[in-house]
Every structure is written in structure tokens, then in C-alpha cells.
């Protein structure tokens, strides 16, 4: 099979994989970025951004799009919906396999897959998942005018979209499984002074019930055992990330908790190979993070492929 | 108006044309949205696999919409946007709401429309 040359792979194009791009590409170095998905990453999930400096307020999907031009106008390669086939990060030259398009090369790979919402896991949220189910307020909200529904989670995103979700329904329960929030205290507050939100803390959430649609939540108390049945229309999950980092099981040193180990310069344990963005075992996770990553592993990767090119003359 | 590299149904006439020319179709019914943006970009990706299917988007909000996809049977318990709809010899083949991702697309394609 014939192999494609790179100077630098990027394996993922959320804000760390296209900033890390931005920057090789800038370097005159030759890059590919491979997205499995959607160019963007988790960033297309995100309704409104207002926190990225510079920029006043936009959409995710907006903000992808544009770094996604600005990695292509300085001559990165960006393919999106890959089906990653092979992979072998150990060998000087690392390899990488993607259905329809072949086996491409680099002396260094950056891995930013970033990470996809947690789901509880249950039989019953996969049956009704998009008819009562749902992981964005601000897609499906106005499904459920009128009606009582569910939040599951409790950090910030939970409960910022349950106070955004009480536009619509007449009622928002909000099932925590500890008994305080991770969110900020602001968030807390605007959750907590809105008449249509109530509180059911220390829940683990065993099952939905319905039919054709949901019908009901039902959850145990952790500490009393106690069942809990709450008669719901739809329910509206945000309980976090997991990090995308199962196909580099193996491969690169992971966390106990999956997440990519690196340095402070982004290295992982194997030379030329770099990691960035919510993949990466860190304490924050935010856009500018991830681009703050992908600059850092960028940079030291540059200076390593170009001592692989003067090594290869 | 859905800016995605799909071509669009914008009329009842147009939606009727093509189920009615019996050709293999699928139908992604969204707006720009972080549920539907993903499913749009899956579709696009699968265009040179599937020749034979019409990769095809609707706006969720036009009338168009409202007098077709949303009045199916086949969508009647959907909560989740987009609704995509894949369609045989004018007739509904599978129905899915909310996000999908490449392999279970792939799957709908080769289970019901190859």
C-alpha cells in the first residue's frame, strides 16, 4: 500500500488539533489533520461562545469553522469522518491507516481526540435517546414547552441549562448524584432563586420508562435506598466527558481515568509523539486551553521534525 | 436556509418529485445546530461511497418541512433534532432522531437501502 508523507500528523481537529495545525502549517512543515468526526470537536456543541478572547461573542461550530480555514489557508490538509484503521506510534516513523485514503507518515503525531459526553451507560437512555432523551438543551428545548422534564448532572453546564431549559418547560428537576454541586456558586444561585427548578440530590438514576416517548426518571438515593419515580416528558444529561482515547490503549501511557500523560511540553512517553486539548490529563478544560496545548506541542514538534529532516540528509 | 454541502429540498413539489422518481434518498431534516451540523458533515462524507443514494437536507423550520418529514408516522415520537429519514422506492425506509455518527449511518445504508 502506498504511503503519503507528512512532516506532522494531527490526529484530531477540535481547538487544540487545528491550533496545533495552524502553527506547523505556519512553519512551512508539511501536515495532515485526521478527524474521525466533525472538524471542531466539542466546540460544535456549544451554542454561544463568550469567553474566547478577542472574539465578543459566537457559536462553537462558527469558531471551529474559522480555525479550521485559518489551519487550510496556511496549507494543512484537514480530512474529516475518518475510519482510523491502523495506527503505530512506537516506530521512528509513525504510521497511520485510514480507510479509502491509505497509510500515512510523520516523525511526529499530535493527538488531540478530545473527548465525547458521558451517558450513564443504561439500556433505556440509548432507547430513548431522541424521543425524551437528549444531550443539548439548546437543539431540542423547544420539543418540550409546557412540560415537566429532567436534568441529570450538576456541574456548570447542567445547571446553566437547566435555568435555559425553564423557558420552555413548565417544570425543570434537576437529579444530582452527590449532595453539592460542582458548578460555580453563581450557577448554583440563578438554579436555585428559579421557582420552576427543584432539587433531588444523591440520586443514581437506574431507568427510564416510556413507550413510544419518556415517561419517567427513576433514581435511588444513595443513602437511603429509597426509589424515587419522577414522571418526566424528557430528560437532558450533561454529567461531563469522557476522553476519546481507546484506540491509544497500548499505544501511549493513559491515565487510570484514560487520559493521555504528558509533559509540560506536551510529549508523551514516545518520542515525536505529542498530546493536546481534553484528552490530555489536566485539571481544566476550556477552548482556550485545549489552543493553548496545541501551541505548546506545535512549537516543540516543529523543532523536532526539523531535526529529523537535517538528521535524514 | 442550511449552509452544508447537501442539496437542499426546499418544496413539498421538489420532496414529491424525488420520492416519487423512486430513487434511494436520504434526508436530513435540522437546522445549524450542534446536534445536526455533525450529521450533515457524516452525509457528505459518505457521498462518493453510496453513488447511488441522494444525500439530501431540509430546514427543520420551513413549511416544507412541517407538510412532509415532520407529518410522517415514522416521526410522530422524535424529540431530537435532526430527524433523518431514508427513503426506498418512495417509501420510508428507517427513521432516526438526534445525532448519528458515521457507523451508524453506514449501518441504516447497508441494512435498508443497499
Given at each position: ?14 481547538p ?7 502553527y ?5 512543515l508539511s ?16 451554542h454561544?461562545?463568550?469567553?474566547y478572547?478577542?472574539?465578543?461573542v ?5 469558531l471551529?469553522r ?10 494543512a ?10 495506527l ?13 485514503e ?15 459526553p458521558?451517558?450513564?451507560g443504561?439500556d ?6 431522541g ?6 438543551a ?5 420539543f418540550?414547552a409546557?412540560?415537566d ?34 458548578a460555580?456558586p ?7 432563586t ?14 427510564f420508562e416510556g ?6 426518571v ?7 435506598g ?20 481507546v484506540f ?5 501511557e ?28 489536566k485539571?481544566?478544560r476550556?477552548?482556550t486551553t ?5 501551541t ?16 535524514a540528509? | 436556509?442550511?449552509h ?13 418529485e424525488?420520492l416519487?422518481?423512486g430513487?434511494?434518498?436520504?434526508v436530513?431534516?435540522g ?11 457524516v452525509m ?25 418529514i ?18 426506498r422506492d418512495g417509501?420510508?425506509a428507517?427513521?432516526?432522531s ?8 453506514k ?8
Amino acid at each position: 500500500m502506498e504511503t503519503h508523507p507528512y512532516d506532522a500528523i494531527v490526529l484530531g481537529g477540535g481547538p487544540a488539533g487545528l491550533t496545533a495545525a495552524i502553527y506547523l502549517a505556519r512553519a512551512r512543515l508539511s501536515t495532515l489533520v485526521l478527524d474521525t468526526g466533525t472538524p471542531g470537536g466539542q466546540m460544535n456543541l456549544s451554542h454561544e461562545v463568550a469567553n474566547y478572547p478577542g472574539v465578543l461573542v459566537t457559536s462553537g461550530a462558527e469558531l471551529g469553522r474559522i480555525m479550521r480555514s485559518q489551519a487550510e489557508s496556511f496549507g494543512a490538509r484537514v480530512i474529516s469522518q475518518v475510519d482510523l484503521l491502523g495506527l503505530d506510534l512506537k516506530s521512528e516513523l509513525k504510521l497511520v491507516e485510514v480507510e479509502d485514503e491509505g497509510v500515512f507518515s510523520a516523525p511526529v503525531v499530535i493527538l488531540a481526540p478530545g473527548g465525547s459526553p458521558r451517558t450513564l451507560g443504561l439500556d433505556s437512555e440509548r432507547r430513548f435517546m431522541g424521543r425524551g432523551i437528549s444531550y443539548c438543551a439548546t437543539c431540542d428545548g423547544d420539543f418540550f414547552a409546557g412540560q415537566d422534564i429532567a436534568v441529570i448532572g450538576g456541574g456548570n453546564s447542567a445547571l446553566e441549562e437547566a435555568v435555559s431549559l425553564t423557558k420552555y418547560a413548565s417544570s425543570v428537576t434537576i437529579l444530582h448524584e452527590f449532595d453539592h454541586f460542582q458548578a460555580h456558586p453563581w450557577a448554583v444561585e440563578q438554579a436555585r432563586t428559579n421557582p420552576k427548578i427543584r432539587f433531588l440530590m444523591e440520586q443514581m438514576v437506574t431507568d427510564f420508562e416510556g413507550d413510544e416517548r419518556l415517561a419517567a426518571v427513576t433514581s435511588i438515593h444513595k443513602v437511603t435506598g429509597k426509589t424515587v419515580r419522577v414522571p418526566v416528558t424528557g430528560t437532558f444529561i450533561f454529567i461531563g466527558y469522557v476522553p476519546r482515547t481507546v484506540f491509544l490503549s497500548g499505544q501511549v501511557e493513559l491515565s487510570d481515568r484514560g487520559e493521555i500523560l504528558t509533559d509540560e511540553r506536551m510529549r508523551t512517553n514516545l518520542p515525536g509523539v505529542y498530546a493536546a486539548g481534553d484528552a490530555r490529563a489536566k485539571p481544566y478544560r476550556q477552548i482556550t486551553t485545549a489552543v493553548s496545548d496545541g501551541t505548546i506541542a506545535a512549537i516543540h514538534a516543529a523543532e523536532v521534525v526539523e531535526n529529523w529532516k537535517k538528521k535524514a540528509k | 436556509m442550511l449552509h452544508t454541502k447537501l442539496n437542499h429540498i426546499e418544496s413539498t413539489q421538489q420532496y414529491q418529485e424525488l420520492l416519487s422518481s423512486g430513487k434511494k434518498i436520504a434526508v436530513v431534516c435540522g437546522r445549524m445546530g450542534p446536534m445536526c451540523i455533525p450529521v450533515y458533515d457524516v452525509m457528505d462524507s459518505l457521498k462518493t461511497k453510496y453513488p447511488d443514494v441522494e444525500f439530501m437536507d431540509m430546514e427543520f423550520d420551513a413549511p416544507v418541512a412541517a407538510e412532509t418529514i415532520r407529518r410522517l408516522p415514522e416521526t410522530r415520537s422524535f424529540q431530537g433534532l435532526p430527524f433523518t429519514v431514508y427513503f426506498r422506492d418512495g417509501k420510508v425506509a428507517a427513521a432516526t432522531s438526534s445525532i448519528q455518527n458515521k457507523q451508524q449511518v453506514k449501518e441504516i445504508l447497508d441494512a435498508k437501502l443497499k
